[in-house]
């Protein structure tokens, strides 16, 4: 029975290794609790069985110990598990889908400097100034698009 405690340790130790180096790195936890059945597992192995035991039960945890790290460590591996979905959406509206255009006028509601909100039409967008800064409620002009953002200048 006890040698059923020596493997189960191994395992676990084996578990807890190879979740430190995919799932928790930088924490230590389960290099910690691997450690700990390690050790257990040593100790289990040398107090109830013997030299022989004991050095077969570090030689078990240095090899499965390297194959599970090389292993766990090919991206073959972890690839069924990474995301592969493409996100095709938007959660802002373009300008093109709110029907704003080169020409259209509006106020700023906050200072553009040079990216802030901007009301056309009844819509608000984010917007980028041509100029430096832009105060809150002036009047501006779109003149451009860059990506989602509308590019504006100053009504004179």
């Known amino acids: 029975m006890d040698m059923l405690y020596i493997v189960v ?12 180096i995919v799932l928790l ?3 230590s936890f389960g290099a910690l609790l691997s450690l700990v059945c390690y050790g257990t597992a040593v100790y289990l ?7 022989p035991t004991g ?7 240095v090899v499965l110990s390297v194959a599970g790290t090389v292993f766990s460590l090919r991206a ?3 690839q069924r598990f990474s995301l592969r979905q493409k996100i095709t959406s938007s959660s802002t509206p373009t300008p093109a889908e709110q029907h704003i255009g ?3 006028r509006g106020v700023t509601l906050s200072r553009l ?6 009301c056309i ?20 002009e779109v003149v451009d698009f860059e990506n989602s953002n509308v590019v504006v200048k100053v009504v004179k």
Do not use: C, Q, R
């Open 121 to 140: 039409d009844g819509k608000i967008v984010e917007a980028k100034s041509l100029d430096a800064y832009v105060d809150p409620k002036t009047m501006v």
């Open 76 to 78: 073959k591996t972890w």
């Open 102 to 104: 080169i020409g259209d």
């Open 9 to 20: 340790l191994v395992l676990f130790g084996l578990l807890f290794l190879v979740a430190e």
């Open 55 to 61: 050095i077969g039960v570090i030689a078990a945890i």
């Open 113 to 118: 400097s040079p990216m802030g909100k901007v």
């Open 45 to 51: 192995g040398f107090h109830d069985y013997g030299v």
């Open 25 to 27: 790195p930088g924490l």
